[in-house]
């Protein structure tokens, strides 16, 4: 038969995670699929379906139906297909399949293809296959179609002839929640209620200390505390500033009056601290190791629908997401309206979803491990992905094929594990110490508090160098007057000794009169 023959129909294929089809007897199966319209009649039928044999005469029935327009058939096909020329479609998709070359394609699936064609002994050319593939095939775009995808409908468990290669489950990602440092961050920790309580409570002690300090002065003329210092609202403020921050209060005063406000506010101030630090370790605790969602339905009720959840809209996520949603939807839960929205990147275009992986909106990204991973591994040093829930719609990969096909011995061989475990990885790069969680307290934190001490410091010795110049300048300017002043006193006045009639007196006289009488 011609190859142009073998356009319609496929030999096996990967079912409930991939598509993976080659040709086979077009002749047996085009007399039954002649259009959609009869594949959509009889697709439900699984094995119900009859050709007579005239040969044996007998019926022979098709062991089964795929979900995608097309009939896997019991024939024998390695006389068909040997020394053939194949034009094969591939729809690229890491880390399943890519075309490398017009000769060459690489990828779990494409490997496979690579050791069957070794097997069988025919030569293939690759093109880029885009749209439903009988399309393609109805076109005479190519014999063979590469791909993945999933097939989702009741009917996918009546295949016959199945050998199972692996299971995989969708996941749920999303960025680090522990991560997002910002310069607000810390005053987050508390309400807004309970800083204006502790502004309020730091601003009536120092008024109360000012005012207590007043009325002992007029009660006690000689009463004085640290040289008065508490005299100046200013001091006060930052006494009671000090007691927060732990520095203490440097002398304590001798009215029992004023030491229940200082211990007071030593002990509210104590309150405070402690109060944050602890509110600090644990929020940071919490949201290190557990997250406030891991489900699709908490997404939307503990996240208040704030958060977007991102799939592939042409494939195996969109189609469950697709299928959940009405039960969801019964129980008020609008999910439809947070999938896909315009912050998410498009999933399906892998260059748009790599650069907008790691931006920092509210997204929940809903995807296959492997397909995720391969994408996050070349921006993983820009930022943190957690895993919030795994395990999700777990489906099946297996091969379709007839008792004498080879890909049975692949297997036994070992040849599948070791593509496999080259291909399809489940888990981050070993770089990372902690895989799939927070740290208690992140490098971001500590970062943020060592800039602002670096500022701190870098403050003081502005504001001390620019005390010591002042100091210095003030001085400088000082002795200059002094000596000024002194030169003025020493040109007006001077009291010699005159001796008249062996008798002394001292007369204030000028310096010019006094060379006058000499």
């Known amino acids: 038969m011609k190859i142009s023959n073998l356009k319609y129909l496929l030999i096996f294929g990967i079912l409930a995670s991939y598509k993976f089809y080659s040709i086979t007897n077009a002749e047996v199966c085009l007399q039954i699929l002649r259009n959609k319209n009869e594949f959509e009649s009889a697709m439900y039928y699984s094995g119900r379906i009859r050709k007579w044999n005239e040969t044996t005469k007998e019926f022979d029935h098709f062991e089964s139906l795929t979900g995608n327009g097309t009939l896997v058939c019991t024939v024998d096909y390695l006389d068909n297909i040997t020394g053939q020329e194949v034009i094969v479609g591939v ?22 293809w690579n050791l069957l064609e070794e097997t069988l002994k025919f030569k293939s050319t690759y093109k880029n296959g885009t749209g439903h593939e009988l399309d393609l095939f109805s076109s005479s775009g190519c014999n063979v179609f590469l791909g993945a995808a999933t097939i989702d409908k009741y009917y996918g468990g009546y295949y016959h002839y199945n050998h199972q290669l692996t299971t995989i489950s ?17 005053i987050r920790i508390f309400r807004p209620d309970l800083w204006i309580a502790t502004m309020f409570y730091i601003v009536g002690i120092s008024g109360v200390l000012f005012g207590m300090y007043r009325l002992k002065k007029k009660a006690c003329s000689n009463y004085n505390e640290s040289n008065n210092e508490f005299s100046e609202l200013s001091f006060n403020f930052l006494c009671v500033l000090g ?20 211990l007071t506010s030593l002990t509210m101030s104590v309150l405070i601290t402690c109060g944050f630090n602890s509110t600090l370790m644990s929020h940071l605790s919490i949201s290190g190791t557990i997250m406030p969602f891991n489900d699709l339905q908490s997404i939307y009720l503990n996240g208040r629908g704030s958060y977007s959840i991102c799939v ?43 650069s907008k992986l790691c931006d920092k909106d509210k997204r929940i990204y809903f995807e296959a491990p492997e397909i995720f991973l391969s994408v996050y591994r070349e921006v993983k040093h820009k930022c943190n992905i957690v895993k919030v829930a795994e395990h999700i719609q777990t489906r099946r990969i297996s091969f379709l094929a007839t008792t004498s096909w080879p890909l049975l011995n ?32 992140t490098f971001e934190h500590i970062q943020l508090i060592f800039l602002g001490l670096c500022i701190m410091f870098i403050v003081s010795a502005i504001i001390c160098i620019a005390e010591n ?19 003025k006193r020493q040109k007006k006045f001077i009291l010699p000794k005159i001796y008249i009639n062996d008798n002394t007196f001292k007369l204030p006289i000028r310096i010019d009169d006094f060379h006058n009488i000499n």
């Open 410 to 441: 692949f297997r036994t061989a070992g040849i599948l594990n070791y593509f496999e475990h080259k291909f399809i990885s489940r888990e981050f790069p070993d770089t990372y110490n902690s895989k799939f969680s927070s740290e208690v307290v």
């Open 243 to 262: 007691s927060i921050t732990g520095q203490g209060v440097q002398n304590l005063p001798s009215s029992w009056s004023m030491r229940c406000l200082i």
């Open 170 to 186: 969708y996941s749920l990602y999303t960025r680090e929640v522990a991560a997002r440092v910002s310069m607000w961050w810390y």
């Open 469 to 487: 110049i002042w100091i210095r300048l003030a001085n400088n300017s000082k002795v200059q007057r002094r000596r000024l002043s002194y030169k």
């Open 312 to 354: 592939r809209s042409k494939d195996g996520p969109g189609d469950y997401l697709k299928q959940i949603e009405k039960n969801i939807s019964e129980k008020g839960i609008q999910i439809d309206n947070i999938i896909n929205r315009p912050n998410c990147p498009n999933m399906d275009d892998k260059q748009d979803f790599k």
């Open 91 to 112: 729809d690229t998709m890491q880390p399943y399949v890519e075309k490398v070359t017009n000769d060459t394609i690489d990828g779990y699936i494409g490997n496979i």
